[in-house]
C-alpha cells in the first residue's frame, strides 16, 4: 500500500506571495491533517479534514487554508506568505478521526519564504 | 500551554543501553500518542495509549501511563544507532478531542 505522498518536496516562495501544497492520504483514509513545524515553536497543528469537511482548526491566521476533496486528497494553501511561514509542513492521514487511530506521515514540503 | 512537555530535550547513550524518555502534560486526556522522527522527515507513529490503559509493549517499545502524575514514559530497550531520532508525545484532550498537541521532543542519539 502505497504511504502518504507530498508535493512539492521543496518550494521557495517570496514574501507576499501564495502558495498550495498538495497531499495524498493512504487509500481508504478519510482523515487528513496538517502540521507545521518549525525550530521555535515545534510541531503545531493547522487543520484536520475528513469526508471533506474541516473538523478542526489549530491558532492559525486566516491566511492558511484547506479543502478536502471527495477522494480524500488534500490542499492547503498559504496566502500573503511571510517570513516566519519557512517550516516544513507534514500532511498525516488516518483511517477516521485522528484523534483515535494512528496517523501515517508523509514527509513534508519545505518550504522557504525569502 | 497544554502540550505535553518532553523531557529530557535530549538524551546520549551507547548502543545496548536502554533509552527513557518522558511526557508530561496539564489536562485530562483521552490517548496519548508517541512519534519518532528521523532528522528533517515525516513522523512515524509507535504507539497510542488510551487513557484507561497503563501500559503497552511494541517490540522493544513499553510504554507506560500515569494519569494521576499526568505524566507517560517510553522506553526503548536494547537501543541501535537506528533508534537515532527525535522523539515526541502528541496528547488528545478530553475536553478537546479533535485536536493534536505536539511536545518539543526529545533527542535520542544512540553511539555506535
Known amino acids: 500500500k502505497a504511504g502518504v505522498t507530498q508535493t512539492p518536496r521543496y518550494l521557495i516562495k517570496t514574501r507576499g506571495q501564495q502558495v498550495t501544497l498538495s497531499c495524498s492520504p493512504i487509500?481508504?483514509?478519510?482523515?487528513v491533517s496538517w502540521y507545521q513545524q518549525t525550530p521555535g515553536q515545534g510541531l503545531q497543528f493547522l487543520f484536520e479534514?475528513?469526508?471533506?469537511?474541516?473538523?478542526n482548526k489549530g491558532n492559525f491566521p486566516g491566511r492558511f487554508s484547506g479543502r478536502q476533496f471527495s477522494n480524500s486528497r488534500s490542499e492547503m494553501n498559504v496566502s500573503t506568505l511571510e517570513l516566519g511561514d519557512s517550516a516544513l509542513y507534514l500532511c498525516?492521514?488516518?483511517?477516521?478521526?485522528?484523534?483515535?487511530?494512528?496517523?501515517?506521515f508523509g514527509p513534508g514540503t519545505r518550504l522557504t519564504v525569502t | 500551554s497544554q502540550q505535553g512537555e518532553e523531557d529530557p530535550q535530549a538524551l546520549s547513550i551507547q548502543e545496548g543501553e536502554n533509552a527513557t524518555m518522558n511526557c508530561s502534560y496539564k489536562?485530562?486526556?483521552?490517548?496519548l500518542q508517541w512519534y519518532r522522527q528521523n532528522s528533517g522527515r515525516g513522523l512515524v507513529h509507535l504507539i497510542l495509549?488510551?487513557?484507561?490503559?497503563r501500559e503497552k509493549h511494541s517490540g522493544r517499545l513499553r510504554v507506560t501511563l500515569d494519569t494521576s502524575k499526568k505524566s507517560s514514559s517510553l522506553l526503548i530497550t536494547a537501543s541501535r544507532a537506528a533508534d537515532t531520532a527525535s522523539y515526541f508525545c502528541?496528547?488528545?484532550?478530553?475536553?478537546?478531542?479533535?485536536?493534536?498537541?505536539f511536545g518539543s521532543g526529545t533527542k535520542l542519539n544512540v553511539k555506535p
Open positions: 498525516a492521514s488516518s483511517l477516521r478521526l485522528a484523534s483515535s487511530y494512528e496517523q501515517y
Open positions: 487509500s481508504g483514509h478519510r482523515s
Open positions: 479534514y475528513f469526508s471533506e469537511t474541516q473538523r
Open positions: 489536562t485530562s486526556i483521552n490517548n
Open positions: 495509549i488510551r487513557s484507561n490503559e
Open positions: 502528541a496528547t488528545v484532550f478530553e475536553d478537546n478531542f479533535n485536536k493534536f498537541y
